[in-house]
């Protein structure tokens, strides 16, 4: 009775929850968003069964929102139309900008890099060189963060870490029909969180990156939880 409560609660939050990432506006979000919906549909497409049908309406409700969405709001649209633009000339845009700072930094520090939390503190120097035009205390993605503030002494355990965690949801799939949609919505939590082209805030510090961390435990520890339940029914 719980589950099944706990199911229709996140029905009924689900499209709340979509409608308030949509609106922001915020680029990376909503894109992030549709990516890791994406994951989760194909977790219950290979559930089979009644959830194929579930997953073709989640689909619809989805694209069919997001096609009303651009069609009645202008500011909508034009975000969407900005993100085309910072993709098509994506080295010209200041996400570019700062992505090439950051490998600049590793590639001048590879070994430890400019140290956590720096890359603001030495971006004016290079403002002032004209290699960038404007300075932010990251550079907007957590992998070349992790290259230019820790080079590859904090990169490569982190590499590790997260295949490590992608693995683990990609292994689940083989436990049957009945956990891929664990898997699914696992995996989907890792994109929202580790896509490695998103434009994002700091891995070290902001509520960003308090947000993530918290999704990613929060996922790991479910996938533990079914797993658990699989090893029981298996012993």
Not at 90 to 100: A, D, F, Q, R, W
Request: hydrophobic fraction near 50%.
């Amino acid at each position: 009775m719980m589950k099944q409560n706990a199911f229709r609660i996140g029905l009924v939050v689900f499209p709340f929850a979509l409608m308030i990432v949509f609106l922001s506006g915020e680029r990376t979000a909503s894109v992030l968003s549709l990516l890791a919906i994406g994951c989760s549909l194909v977790g219950l497409f290979l559930v089979g069964g009644k959830s194929r049908l579930a997953a073709a309406g989640i689909a619809v409700f989805v694209f069919g929102g997001i096609g009303a969405l651009l069609t009645i709001s202008d500011r909508i649209l034009a975000r969407v139309m900005a993100l085309g633009d910072v993709v098509s000339d994506y080295s010209g845009s200041i996400y570019g900008e700062l992505t090439s700072l950051g490998w600049r930094l590793f590639t001048e520090n590879p070994i430890v890099g400019t140290g956590m939390g720096n890359f603001g503190l030495v971006c004016p120097e290079y403002q002032a060189r004209g290699l960038i035009s404007e300075c932010h205390p990251h550079p907007h993605n957590f992998y070349v963060e992790w290259l230019s503030d820790t080079g590859l002494l904090g990169t490569l355990p982190w590499s590790v870490f997260v295949g490590m965690i992608v693995w683990a949801g990609l292994r689940h799939f083989r436990n049957g029909h009945s956990q891929s949609l664990v898997a699914g919505l696992y995996l989907g939590t890792m994109v929202l969180s580790l896509f490695p082209l998103a434009a994002t805030q700091s891995a070290f510090s902001n509520w960003p990156a308090i947000m993530a961390w918290n999704s990613i435990a929060v996922a790991v520890a479910a996938l533990r939880l079914s797993q658990g339940k699989v090893d029981k029914s298996a012993a």
